[in-house]
């Protein structure tokens, strides 16, 4: 069975950092996108951050432009998202996705997979 399993979530004060880390098990990541969105209560899930594996272009929002930071680790199937200057606002649920062949990076509902979830708290 396809998963992905998330870590790295937690709270922490404004400014600081967080790393989250999302491996695949019983899927490799292939060519295509993979992810990272975020939720807050109330609001819809807004894409973050991606990687286009197949030709080795990065996405960001212009929120996160600076701060954060996508990548992956080939030899332990896992992507990252290395956040820094933490801000409130930066509060939510955070999901990895993968397997995106076509679509836009933004769009959630272009992605197969989807992680169970991290919690990221900033609090002032």
């Known amino acids: 069975q396809v998963r992905l399993v998330e870590s790295g979530g937690g709270s922490v004060q404004t400014g600081g950092s967080l790393r989250l880390s999302c491996a695949g098990s019983g899927y490799t990541y292939s060519s295509n996108k993979a992810a990272w969105f975020r939720q807050a209560p109330g609001k819809e899930r807004e894409g973050v951050a991606a990687?286009?594996?197949?030709?080795?272009?990065?996405y960001y929002a212009d929120s996160v432009k600076g701060r954060f930071t996508i990548s992956r680790d080939i030899t332990k199937n896992t992507i990252y998202l290395q956040m820094n200057s933490l801000k409130p606002e930066d509060t939510a649920m955070y999901y990895c996705a993968a397997e995106n062949a076509r679509g836009s990076w933004y769009l959630p509902q272009m992605y197969k997979y989807w992680g169970q979830g991290t919690q990221v708290t900033v609090s002032s």
């Open positions: 990687l286009w594996f197949g030709v080795g272009s990065t």
